[in-house]
């Protein structure tokens, strides 16, 4: 008699454990063994991340189509600080529509009985508890969807499956005019218009900011033109008039930047398809051909609507009289690199605000405050990189702020930064070269607007807008720095193997039809941390040679890899790309490791 079950590596499953506790289950506590007849999939993730938020979409038709057979569990696993705070955590699942359990992990214990590298990572555990997949990145859904099928009839076989309703009790709602709003617009009336991101609606507020006068869009999320009673967005994020009658909506899970007719209320697609933008898709052309990523702020610089395309890292433009989009800065890199837009790195760039000479820019994920200058030349003002954050006020070379998503012109020349997770508003003046403390004490501001000579800013968490007298004298703060709290991989001086693991899904083959399928990058920071081994290339393994002069350093990893339906018979198989981003942070230490494993796809297995 022959097994016919697939053959796999299972490792067992280590215990789920997370100081801050579980969310979404009604107050129940779970274990592995809890779950145990039903295929369980970690998502580790954190919710400043851009990729993870991808993954949350991603998922949500794998939730719903095997909603009998499959547990997905999000494991909170902060980067910043403030993602350590359980009622921040709290919001966010709220704010980003998860609806699973989340266990929020705040010291990353999970995190590190997972050995995880990176945000988001994706484990499959089988019913029997053994982990069988690991996937780093985003576009692997299509894979886990096959493995699960591949699992339930396995299990179904040998009667280790168990189906029924999931742990997950939706919290109950809360009766806020906004929810989670993210952007702000003050209309030629005196009126203000707000994205209501949770909400899925655009919603026009009295000069008050209270009063509501109109809702714009059905509230369900979805994408759909038509009457402000039936247009559909999705999480829609930044605002900007292009003339009095009408305003470019980023919204950003559709992908998609919307346009609203204010007197009408109609609502009309400008520019995107409804899919996300994957490497190796067209960069410019007819702005209804053409996938956008995660537009998530607008504004009208030089004629042209500049986008924060948040999901990979750039700048795009969108010329309204051509109806044409195109890449204006970045490479989709993630990091801090100035000059020319077209070496420019950036790092989930999310809110913009244009002045006569200069694109001001909050870049979140480096904790920078940035511009782009009429020649299209990217500099920072504020802002080292990618680790490092905090509330110091002073001299901008040493100034911190942590994770940003909202920039204002004042009319002074300077301009007010929405600290987010500080739940402060900033003030850089380019003349002092300066940063002060304009508030504190407001919960998560993500924009601000100007009414005569007060700020109005939208507190996200609060649920509403928040007037304040600009001040003529700053607020005081204590400083505090702060370095993301990941343990360094202790390495050898020396040489060091990277070996990115990918092993094609389950019924599909590397896509060659087009060239070598695979892409690996290589920095890393400081700049002189490796002496070999950094660039691009076709291989997913390359020799690291490090410098012995400098003990500590993060390395810079991103990888891709396209694969294909293995089917001989079909001229157009499905195709996916898989790739992630890594910053690995290493200390260079006598017997430390010679190789250093990132699984993109697969489970790894160590030569010898």
């Not at 145990?36 to 938020?53: A, H, K, P, S, Y």
């Not at 410098?547 to 694969?563: D, K, L, P, Q, R």
């Not at 293995?566 to 790739?579: E, F, I, L």
Request: proline share 6%; net charge negative.
């Amino acid at each position: 008699m022959t097994d016919s079950t697939p053959r796999r590596v299972r490792v067992r499953a280590p215990e789920l454990v997370g100081k801050g506790g579980w969310l979404n289950t009604g107050d129940q506590q779970y274990t592995l063994s809890d779950l145990r007849g039903r295929i369980v999939v970690l998502d580790f993730w954190t919710f400043c991340c851009i990729n993870c938020l991808h993954v949350l979409d991603e998922l949500r038709e794998l939730e719903e189509k095997h909603a009998d057979t499959v547990v997905v569990i999000g494991v909170h696993s902060p980067k910043f600080v403030h993602e350590a705070e359980h009622a921040a955590v709290v919001d966010a699942v709220e704010r980003y529509g998860v609806e699973h359990p989340v266990l929020d992990d705040p010291e990353l214990a999970t995190w590190k009985q997972y050995a995880v590298r990176a945000w988001p990572t994706l484990v499959v555990i089988d019913p029997e508890g053994y982990v069988v997949a690991q996937h780093a990145g985003e576009g692997h859904v299509h894979a886990i969807e096959r493995l699960v099928t591949e699992l339930e009839a396995e299990h179904e076989a040998k009667g280790t499956l168990r189906r029924g309703d999931g742990p997950y009790v939706p919290p109950e709602p809360e009766p806020t005019t906004l929810r989670f709003p993210g952007k702000a617009l003050v209309l030629p009336g005196g009126t203000f218009l707000v994205s209501d991101t949770t909400r899925h609606q655009l919603v026009e507020l009295a000069a008050d900011g209270e009063s509501v006068v109109r809702r714009i869009g059905s509230g369900a999320r979805g994408f759909a033109d038509g009457s402000a009673e039936a247009a559909a967005f999705n999480e829609p994020q930044g605002l900007a008039l292009l003339d009095d009658t009408t305003v470019v909506v980023a919204d950003t899970v559709n992908h998609a930047l919307r346009r609203l007719d204010l007197a009408s209320g109609e609502v009309t697609t400008l520019a995107g398809t409804g899919r996300q933008w994957w490497q190796g898709s067209p960069t410019s052309g007819p702005a209804r051909e053409i996938d956008l990523s995660s537009p998530w702020d607008v504004a009208l610089f030089g004629g042209r609507v500049w986008i924060a395309m948040a999901g990979v890292h750039q700048l795009w433009s969108y010329d309204p009289v051509e109806r044409t989009v195109a890449v204006a800065a970045g490479t989709t890199n993630e990091g801090l690199v100035d000059g020319p837009g077209s070496e420019a790195w950036f790092a989930q760039p999310s809110g913009l605000a244009a002045t006569a000479d200069r694109l001001w820019l909050a870049d979140s994920e480096t904790s920078a405050l940035r511009w782009v200058d009429l020649d299209g030349i990217v500099r920072t003002a504020v802002g080292t990189g990618l680790f490092d954050f905090g509330h110091r006020d002073g001299p901008a070379a040493q100034a911190l702020f942590q994770h940003p998503l909202g920039v204002t012109a004042l009319p002074d020349g300077s301009v007010a930064v929405s600290d987010t997770y500080n739940n402060a508003l900033r003030r850089y003046d380019p003349s002092t070269g300066e940063v002060t403390t304009l508030a504190t004490d407001l919960r998560e501001p993500s924009d601000a607007v100007l009414v005569g000579e007060d700020i109005v800013v939208v507190e996200s968490a609060r649920h509403r807008l928040t007037r304040l007298r600009l001040p003529e004298e700053a607020v005081r703060v204590e400083s505090v720095a702060h370095r993301t709290q990941r343990e360094a991989t202790e390495v050898t001086p020396g040489e060091l193997r990277l070996d990115v693991v990918f092993q094609a899904p389950a019924g599909q083959k590397l896509d060659t039809r087009y060239g070598p399928s695979t892409r690996l990058l290589v920095s890393s920071t400081p700049p002189g941390l490796l002496l070999k081994g950094e660039g691009a290339d076709t291989g997913l393994s390359r020799t690291l040679e490090f410098n012995s002069a400098i003990t500590e350093g993060v390395v810079h990893v991103s990888a891709m890899a396209a694969s294909c339906d293995d089917d001989a018979d079909n001229p157009y198989p499905a195709c996916h790309v898989h790739q992630q981003d890594w910053g690995v942070p290493v200390r260079l230490t006598e017997g430390g490791a010679d190789r250093l494993p990132l699984v993109l796809a697969g489970m790894d297995h160590p030569a010898g």
